[in-house]
């Protein structure tokens, strides 16, 4: 990977480890630019997997970001990411997050509920500042995306944003009180979305909401469209590629007569898994190898549940290959299972790998790059796994392992200190070496 062995890579750095290939990740970044063009509102979204190097490479290629909590709004601001081009999202912001998103100065703020905009004001005047974010509002449209119920945000019994008739009566407020800035409309209709159907019709919902309210917004409307295309998790495995992704929104935009009814807008999308999900893999290495019931047998790795819950989570299925025997005949069937003490802690449930699988070997998990690291935990006390970026044949650290230490941290019965309040470094160094393209 990235021109280099993953054993190597293993041995050097330890297991388990997320490995993400850099120039996979640009390419696909490039992708998207050339699907969408210049001016489209590129926009990653860093609950994927988010880490400073990420962001500083996000930077350079002009992309904005979107975060949902403090602190993925700290790990951005300290990588010296633009704060202009950062979206703040998220159903249950707190006083705190509002109050610093504007200290700091985000550039945009998804509006989740019709209270909202008064916790903003409140914020507002604690913070003490004159910056006042743009607002999109957050639509719970009327789809029924078909993927797994735990990642679908719109339609019958989730949760998110406004009904259309609810968000259009808070944008005549927000219009008529003149105090903030409304600039569009976003929907984002689920995660892991392999229909391009589905994807005309948010567009459609979009244009459909702000054509009536146009007055509402600005000349130029941003018209987020969200994330949401799925990654092929298994070979063979067919998705939309990024240019029918394009397409189906465009078809959607044209259908619903966006030009004529809207005049000028521009589109922002919000991926993250279909950016980095392939560009990342997982290594463990077998600790185990032991016969279960009548024919089966097990490999055991060191990880697991902790890196990794969406096995758990969401049912979801990964290739596992042995990485130290790459031409090894994969002859048999393993059930490969991680080191949490629980029964639903598999990695895969018939993983055919060589036979001779062994104590030792490297194992390797393709398509981890999103919403593995970032959902791991540090169940069973173990500490969570490390991030290398890989190259042109070199590999370089970019996430240092957990130590035992990181774990004890916060026990204050341990000893650990409690840090001073209101402490917040500046940011590292000036990453955005490139100024953005969209804003
Ligand atoms: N925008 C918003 C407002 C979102 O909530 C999300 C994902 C995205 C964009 C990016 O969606 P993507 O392009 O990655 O599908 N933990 C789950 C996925 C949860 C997705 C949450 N929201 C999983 O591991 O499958």
């Excluded at 998220?90 to 905009?117: C, F, Q, T």
């Excluded at 789809?143 to 259009?168: D, I, Y």
């Excluded at 702000?210 to 949401?228: H, M, N, S």
């Amino acid at each position: 990977m990235g021109g280099v062995a993953l054993t190597e890579i293993a041995a050097r750095f330890g297991t388990p480890l997320i490995v993400v290939d850099e120039s996979h990740l640009e390419d696909r970044l490039a992708r998207f630019r050339a699907a969408f063009g210049v001016d489209a509102g590129l926009t990653y979204a860093g609950k994927a997997f988010l880490c400073g190097a990420l962001v500083r490479l996000l930077a350079r290629e002009g992309w904005l970001v979107d975060v949902v909590s403090g602190g993925e709004l700290e790990l951005v601001r300290r990588a010296g990411f633009p704060m202009r081009d950062v979206i703040l999202h998220g159903n249950a912001k707190s006083a705190a997050e509002l109050k610093r998103a504007i200290e700091y100065g985000v550039g945009r703020i998804v509006i989740d509920h019709p209270d909202e905009v008064d916790d903003l004001r409140k914020a507002a005047t604690v913070a003490g500042s004159d910056h006042r974010p743009d607002l999109l509002l957050r639509l719970n449209a009327d789809l029924t995306p078909e993927t797994h119920e735990k990642v679908r945000t719109v339609g019958p019994g989730t949760h998110f944003g406004m009904a259309p008739p609810v968000a259009a009566s808070v944008a005549r407020r927000i219009a008529g009180a003149g105090e903030w800035r409304l600039v569009g409309a976003h929907i984002h209709a689920g995660s892991q979305i392999r229909d391009p159907a589905l994807f005309s019709r948010i567009a459609e919902e979009a244009v459909g909401f702000v054509a009536p309210l146009r007055l509402c917004f600005p000349e130029t409307v941003d018209l987020d469209l969200g994330g949401g295309l799925a990654a092929p998790y298994r070979a063979g495995e067919d998705v939309p590629t990024l240019r029918e992704y394009a397409k189906a929104l465009e078809v959607g935009l044209r259908r619903s007569d966006a030009e004529a009814r809207l005049g000028s807008y521009r589109l922002i999308v919000e991926p993250g898994r279909s950016v980095i999900a392939n560009a990342g893999l997982t290594l463990y290495t077998i600790h185990a190898r032991k016969r279960l019931d009548g024919a089966a047998e097990a490999l055991a790795v060191d990880g697991g549940l902790s890196d990794n819950p969406r096995p758990s989570l969401y049912g979801a299925s990964y290739e596992v290959l042995n990485a130290s025997r790459p031409r090894g005949e994969a002859g048999r069937t393993f059930r490969v299972v991680g080191r949490h003490c629980e029964s639903g802690d598999v990695i895969a449930p018939a993983a055919m790998l060589p036979g001779d699988s062994a104590v030792g070997d490297v194992l390797a998990i393709p398509g981890t790059g999103a919403y593995v690291f970032a959902m791991s935990s540090r169940y069973n006390g173990v500490g969570r796994p490390a991030v290398v970026f890989v190259r042109d044949g070199v590999a370089r650290k970019v996430v240092r392992r957990e130590t035992d230490d990181d774990l004890l941290a916060c026990d204050l019965a341990l000893g650990g200190p409690e840090p001073a309040r209101g402490a917040r470094p500046e940011p590292v160094s000036a990453a955005a070496t490139r100024p953005s393209r969209a804003r």
